[in-house]
């Protein structure tokens, strides 16, 4: 089992920015990638960031590209999601999640991980 756990969301201007960490504990060795997925009222929840734990590779949404940065802390267990430049679109519950698999899977499909945090609000007014 992994244990995640999100903080750093908040009430923010367009313009700003923010920090999302995501803390993971238990089985962090089996984890492969470690992602950011976000949902909006009425909407799904779709994928933000991801890196490979190991590796470092990361992969971005075309519609956060040159805004956020996703990085990792191995030695922390923990996964970062940097925000600037923010949009009111941005707006939406932000999730942490890890995905263990034994084979390469892509990234961005939140079908395949298997642990998910509880959530963290982040709302952005214009």
């Known amino acids: 089992q992994v244990q995640l756990v999100e903080s750093g969301g908040g009430s923010v201007q367009a313009g700003d920015s923010l920090r999302l960490s995501c803390a993971a504990s238990?089985?962090?060795?089996?984890?492969?990638?470690m992602g950011w997925f976000r949902q909006a009222p009425g909407k799904e929840r779709e994928f933000v960031a991801a890196?490979?734990?190991?590796?470092?590779?990361?992969y971005y949404a075309d519609s956060v590209k040159g805004r956020f940065t996703i990085s990792r802390d191995n030695a922390k267990n923990t996964v970062y999601l940097q925000m600037n430049s923010l949009k009111p679109e941005d707006t939406a519950v932000y999730y942490c999640?890890?995905?263990?698999?034994?084979?390469?899977?892509?990234?961005?499909?939140?079908?395949?991980?298997?642990?998910w945090g509880q959530g963290t609000q982040v709302t952005v007014s214009s």
């Open positions: 999640a890890a995905e263990r698999g034994t084979s390469w899977v892509p990234p961005q499909e939140k079908v395949y991980y298997d642990y």
């Open positions: 238990g089985r962090t060795f089996s984890i492969h990638h």
């Open positions: 890196v490979y734990w190991s590796g470092g590779m990361t």
